[in-house]
């Protein structure tokens, strides 16, 4: 059973469209992220939620909407897509609580590809 | 902005320990050390972390110096398959990793 799951794992699409990417754990953490690594292979982190709240908000284009449903899923929704937004983007989920050692679990990526 | 420092890459002898150097010259008291690894095409996975004690796990062990400014990742056995960018990020307190470069370990036979 695959931890975190991502989907697509890959994507290509044209300038101006609307992509989303998918995020699921099944580890029962409480708090989830996603992170961009661009073409220098840097990895940044751009969101974090906790029990669906947002808690971490980098410095990221509005384009980029991320949404809870509930605490074992964080979707990643881009409008209006730009060249600059081909990377891999990585969910990861861990757990906040006390007693926690603050382990990230990562999915496999979603490589994401603007033409 | 990362808080550590790496080299580029390193390589290692299949079958040698791998000693991955890390500075953290900036790190606050109770700001923990993280080691990831990152296989090609691959998501990040964790390794080991610490505070101020040495720690040691089936993967690997963590050696922080005194004033906890360095750190040594130590791959006692490297294999082929470890050949990986190894990532040592120091945990802030707000829960948030930051990822540097990392450094690239090439394991060769």
């Known amino acids: 059973d695959t931890a975190v799951s991502q989907t697509p794992k890959y994507l290509v699409t044209q300038m101006g469209n609307d992509k989303s990417i998918k995020c699921e754990q099944n580890l029962g953490h409480d708090t989830m992220y996603w992170y961009k690594q661009d073409s220098k292979k840097f990895l940044k982190i751009m969101f974090s939620?906790?029990?669906?709240?947002?808690?971490i908000n980098e410095t990221v284009p509005n384009r980029f909407s991320p949404k809870s449903p509930d605490k074992a899923h964080l979707n990643l929704h881009i409008n209006s897509l730009e060249l600059g937004d081909s990377a891999v983007y990585f969910c990861?989920?861990?757990?906040?609580?006390?007693?926690?050692?603050?382990?990230?679990?990562f999915g496999e990526g979603s490589r994401l590809t603007v033409l | 902005d990362a808080k550590t420092t790496q080299p580029t890459s390193m390589d290692c002898a299949e079958g040698r320990a791998a000693n991955l150097p890390c500075n953290h010259s900036?790190?606050?008291?109770?700001?923990?050390v993280y080691w990831y690894r990152q296989i090609h095409s691959q998501g990040p996975q964790y390794i080991i972390h610490?505070?101020?004690n040495n720690e040691t796990n089936e993967m690997a062990s963590l050696i922080i110096t005194e004033d906890r400014k360095s750190s040594t990742l130590i791959l006692p056995h490297a294999t082929l398959r470890d050949t990986a960018v190894y990532y040592c990020?120091?945990?802030?307190?707000?829960?948030?990793?930051?990822f540097g470069q990392g450094t690239t370990l090439q394991v060769k036979p």
């Open positions: 939620y906790n029990n669906k709240e947002l808690i």
């Open positions: 990020i120091v945990r802030l307190n707000t829960g948030k990793l930051i």
């Open positions: 610490g505070l101020k």
């Open positions: 990861a989920s861990s757990h906040r609580g006390s007693g926690s050692t603050g382990e990230l679990f």
């Open positions: 900036t790190i606050s008291g109770n700001e923990y």
